[in-house]
């Protein structure tokens, strides 16, 4: 079993930045996948950014590209979301996500989510 517990979200001006954190414990394996998705009141789930846990290459949504950065920290088994100038089409609950077989479509485990709210 994996657990993953988000962190950092909360309130800031249009143009400002926030990190966002995953710590990932319990079962680990050995290239999985790691997402970000965030989900708006009333729109689809999307998935902003990932990468693979052994990997260099990154994958950002349109919407985050300029803008966001995913990143690991392999000392502290922790996943960030570097999000910059900040737009108030940014608002949602953001999630991290793991997929186990790496392939970055199958997202066994999620976190509990964490808010982000940009004001205009």
């Known amino acids: 079993q994996v657990q993953l517990v988000e962190s950092g979200g909360g309130l800031v001006q249009a143009g400002g930045s926030l990190r966002l954190s995953c710590a990932v414990s319990?079962?680990?394996?050995?290239?999985?996948?790691m997402a970000w998705f965030r989900q708006a009141p009333g729109k689809e789930r999307e998935r902003v950014a990932a990468?693979?846990?052994?990997?260099?290459?990154?994958y950002y949504a349109d919407s985050a590209k300029g803008r966001f950065t995913i990143s690991r920290d392999d000392a502290k088994n922790t996943v960030y979301l570097q999000m910059n100038s900040l737009k108030p089409e940014d608002t949602a609950v953001y999630y991290c996500?793991?997929?186990?077989?790496?392939?970055?479509?199958?997202?066994?485990?999620w976190g509990q989510g964490t808010q982000v709210t940009v004001s205009s």
């Open positions: 990468m693979r846990w052994r990997g260099d290459t990154k």
């Open positions: 319990g079962r680990t394996f050995s290239n999985y996948g």
């Open positions: 996500a793991a997929d186990p077989t790496g392939a970055l479509r199958d997202y066994a485990y």
